[in-house]
């Protein structure tokens, strides 16, 4: 986001506001005689001005110039823009103005119109006036549903305030008929998790599966790898043999999750196995798997078996090794003495502009140069050189130094 510089202010964007919210607005917005731009025709790109504008008083004085405009205001990306740049010169005065007027708008009789809103209020970090535009949709004869209510659950979650989203959410199920979902649970059970309450994520989870809301497998997903983060490998064990057993089919994601915690406990045949077992039950491993795979085996001092995984990546369609494999088949064969070999991938990697980090080539100009290699040393060297944006030249010394340090002993 690049730096908003204020140079005027314009006193129409305060006299203009409801008096609350006038009374709020910065002195320093009154203080200017000028009067703000006049609507542009549509023909003009107001989206590439309102881009383009760089200070929080000019903007927000063009936004409302322009605040009828269908262009401007069906733009979500443009908004969110606008939010976000106002937000962040702490214009929050502005933002509340913007918004409330949008409510008053006929598209404020649409529901997604709203949800947007309360999102956008979230994204300013303004929580209580998304909860606001919750609880007063009424207001605008605008019907609220499970999609109004998990925009704004989303942002409370925003507070780490386990006592607020719960009371929130028992609030709405006794004021509104509204059905909670899977997506309800998610959410609560990801907030719930990410402040390290394993325990009241999954008495959420079973308090509305109680209720008939199933949890899915996204819900089980989140669990699970915040189980086996803190360790607690039993209750992460547990929780997968009891999706399976409610007939919650894992995905991907739950199957990389699995074996991300093996890797960490160095269990790579095991891992392995995993993986084998994702491929007869239909499910393809990613970029992810075949990376946390061969790097588990590296660390297990299995380099054998890390080449023979790579291979078999190397012959899928779907899939190829990406940067993230690159640097770790590269650092082990490097650590592993194959420098031949590492100096086959790292060239194949450095072709797609795509670099191992600099120890790593450090490591491989090292072993090259010993091995009397100076020709290819001297390629890495070259490719090196050819990257876009370039090393620094401190970088570029260092592992230029290990080719004269070498050559010269």
Partial sequence: MLPLRRIRRFCHAAAAAPAAIASKTKTSATCSKQQPPKAIPLHESV?????AERDPDKLFALFKAN?????VIENRFAFEDIVDRLAGARCFDYIEHLLEHQKTLPQGRREGFIVRIIMLYGKAGMVKHAIDTFYDMHLYGCKRTVKSFNAALKVMAQTRNIRAIEDFVTSVKSKFVIELDAYTVNIVTKAFCEMDSLDSAYLFMVQMAKLGIKPDVITYTTLISASYKKNRCEIGNG???LMVYKGCRPNLTTFNVRIQYLINRRRAWQANDTMRLMLKIGIDPDEVTYNL???????????????RVYSSLECRSEYKPNVKIFQTMIHYLCKGGEYNLAYTRCKDCMSKNWFPNVDTIHSLLQGLMKNGQVSKAKMIMTLVRSRIPPFSSTQLDSLQSVLKKLKSG
Avoid at 67 to 71: E, Q, R, V
């Fill in 47 to 51: 989206l590439s001005k309102l881009k």
């Fill in 67 to 71: 605040a009828h405009n269908k262009l």
């Fill in 239 to 241: 929780l997968w043999n």
């Fill in 293 to 307: 795979v061969i790097k588990g085996f590296c660390q297990a001092g299995y380099l054998e078996m890390a080449k």
